[in-house]
């Protein structure tokens, strides 16, 4: 069992940053991806970004390259999002997620374990 919990949501004015948080626990972090996704009312959930085991390498929708990073620290077991010139079409719940297959990571379906998620609401 993994257990994610997602953190640092809340309401920005567009062009302004947020960073999320997620936590985990409950097996070794350091071996397995990380994703975020998100999902707006009305819509399905969709890929974000996602992040190898070591950090070396990244994936990102192209809806937020070059305004998005995602990191992850495996000494606290945590992955982040930061998330800069925001938009309010970026207005979602975001979760993070936890897969043992980078190579399919952008797919929702590849991911075993989900957070509860955080909502980010950006206001123009």
């Known amino acids: 069992q993994v257990q994610l919990v997602e953190s640092g949501g809340g309401l920005v004015q567009a062009g302004g940053s947020l960073r999320l948080s997620c936590a985990a626990s409950?097996?070794?972090?350091?071996?397995?991806?990380m994703g975020w996704f998100r999902q707006s009312p009305g819509k399905e959930r969709e890929f974000v970004a996602a992040?190898?085991?070591?950090?070396?390498?990244?994936r990102y929708a192209d809806s937020v390259k070059g305004r998005f990073t995602i990191s992850r620290d495996n000494a606290k077991n945590t992955v982040y999002l930061q998330m800069n010139s925001l938009k309010p079409e970026d207005t979602a719940v975001y979760y993070c997620?936890?897969?043992?297959?980078?190579?399919?990571?952008?797919?929702?379906?590849?991911?075993?374990?989900w957070g509860q998620g955080t909502q980010v609401t950006v206001s123009s």
């Open positions: 997620a936890y897969t043992p297959v980078y190579m399919n990571a952008m797919k929702m379906g590849m991911y075993d374990y």
């Open positions: 992040i190898n085991w070591s950090g070396g390498s990244t």
């Open positions: 409950g097996r070794t972090f350091s071996n397995y991806a």
